[in-house]
């Protein structure tokens, strides 16, 4: 199954927001709140990219996404995956590099197996005693394969700028030209760091808080109003 990726928005969440639930339990969680996509985020905790049996798993997850109707985006940020002590280590631009896009490299197969709209990755921070021209250009070589391994697989590979890395913003990204992959923009955090800058106390508009967050809202209000013998006490 190639990737198809799509134009149509849809509401989505991100698996690094259920650390305590299963991957089954987050698409249930998910779905019951409304939302219609989903961001795996590659790592023991749900998806293990390196694990033997990791093409079953994304064939039956493939399966999975297809019952519910579930878009899906492939992440690559796991901040320990690959190096248990220095969190996003190694970055691209590193001696350590082959780490790296070898999980770039599983991310597109994965992508591929369950269709998915696109593969998120970073750049990652600038090494020691490497200049940012250099970094640059590491990041551009290193990107081109990868790029090319994703289009023959179908995929779309896109670069999110993280403030501290290398891309950390889109301007600078589209000022060196390099590399000349799709930008992922994640609209949530970006909002959020828009009105922290402001001073304001919310990063939701209007004061309303992500269908998620409402659901258990919702919950919570349902179990206190609910009899005690319905909540299980005596």
């Known amino acids: 199954m190639s ?32 939302y219609r996509a989903i961001g795996l985020t590659l790592g023991t905790t749900h ?20 019952r519910r109707g579930f878009r899906i985006a492939v992440e690559t940020g796991s901040p320990y995956l ?6 996003f280590a190694p970055s691209l631009a590193s001696d350590e ?7 770039i490299e599983r991310a597109i197969e994965i992508a591929a197996i369950v269709g998915a709209d696109c593969v998120s990755t970073w750049s990652g921070a600038l090494p020691q005693n490497v200049s940012e021209d250099q970094a640059w250009q590491r990041l551009a070589d290193r990107m081109r394969p990868l790029a ?25 990204a589209r000022a ?3 590399p000349r992959q799709p930008r992922h923009h994640d609209r949530h955090r970006s909002r959020d760091r828009r009105r922290r800058a402001r001073g304001s106390a919310g990063c939701h508009p ?7 967050q409402r659901a258990r809202r919702r919950h919570a209000r349902r179990t206190a109003r609910a009899p005690a013998a319905r909540r299980g006490r005596p």
């Open 82 to 87: 690959l190096d248990a002590f220095e969190p």
């Open 176 to 178: 060196r030209g390099q």
């Open 206 to 212: 209007r004061g309303r808080r992500p269908p998620l």
């Open 3 to 34: 990737s198809a990726p799509t134009t149509r928005w849809a509401p989505a969440y991100g698996t690094n927001g259920f650390a305590e639930h299963t991957l089954t339990a987050a698409l249930d969680v998910m779905a019951h709140a409304g």
């Open 97 to 103: 590099a082959p780490a790296r896009t070898a999980l």
């Open 148 to 172: 090319a391994r994703a289009a023959d697989a179908g995929v779309r590979l896109a670069i999110e700028p993280e403030p501290g890395m290398i891309v950390d913003t889109v301007e600078k």
């Open 47 to 66: 998806f293990d990219p390196f694990a033997a049996d990791w093409r079953a798993r994304a064939e039956a997850l493939a399966a999975d996404l297809r």
